[in-house]
């Protein structure tokens, strides 16, 4: 029995300070300062990003760093959601690949958009993109998500574009 209380408030406390670790924490969720992020830095998959976020939340590190400007964290940042850029991917997956493909069109120009790519910037973005159409669509039954990140390395890998690669 007494086991059995051990193991329900260990659990309850884990799962307590998780929901209480901020959601805009998730790493490419994780962000890029606080300590979680630096300890687990390169680190791919669910345990990293889980551990990132809690180091930052438990300690409050995230907090303190944004206000002082330490950890790698900057007091001029920028928060930044990819999350209607994913939507629009996921929903129009035929006419972005169409558009790709050629260079342009309405679903290029929007993704541009999206991405917040200056008018300055969008010939070369879309020169990029269809150069680079067959990474991005490596296959006719690619996934949003591994679209969304082909076009992130794609960008990021790009000089000119890399600044941008946030936007994905």
């Given amino acids: 029995m007494k086991n059995n209380i051990s193991l329900t408030v260990a659990v309850t406390t884990i799962v307590a ?8 924490a998730l ?5 890029n300062c606080g300590w979680g992020s630096k300890l687990f830095d390169g680190q791919r ?3 990293p990003q889980v551990l990132a976020v809690t180091t930052n939340g438990t300690s409050g ?17 920028v928060v930044r ?4 850029t994913a939507a629009f991917v996921g929903g129009n997956t035929t006419k972005l690949a ?19 790519v200056s008018s300055s910037d969008q010939a070369h973005f879309k020169a990029t993109l269809k150069e680079n159409f067959n990474t991005i669509f490596a296959s006719e039954n690619t996934t949003t998500d591994k679209v969304l990140a082909s076009l992130h ?11 941008y690669s946030q936007n994905v």
Avoid: Y
């Fill in 81 to 84: 959601s990819s999350w209607k």
């Fill in 45 to 47: 998959g669910i345990a």
């Fill in 61 to 77: 590190n995230q907090t303190f760093a944004i206000t002082s400007g330490t950890s790698g964290c900057t007091q001029n940042g």
């Fill in 153 to 163: 390395e794609v960008v990021k890998s790009d000089a000119a574009l890399s600044g």
């Fill in 17 to 24: 300070v998780l929901s209480l670790t901020p959601a805009s």
């Fill in 98 to 116: 169409r558009d790709m493909s050629r260079g342009e069109g309405e679903s290029l120009n929007t993704l541009a958009h999206l991405m917040n």
């Fill in 27 to 31: 790493a490419q969720n994780v962000g």
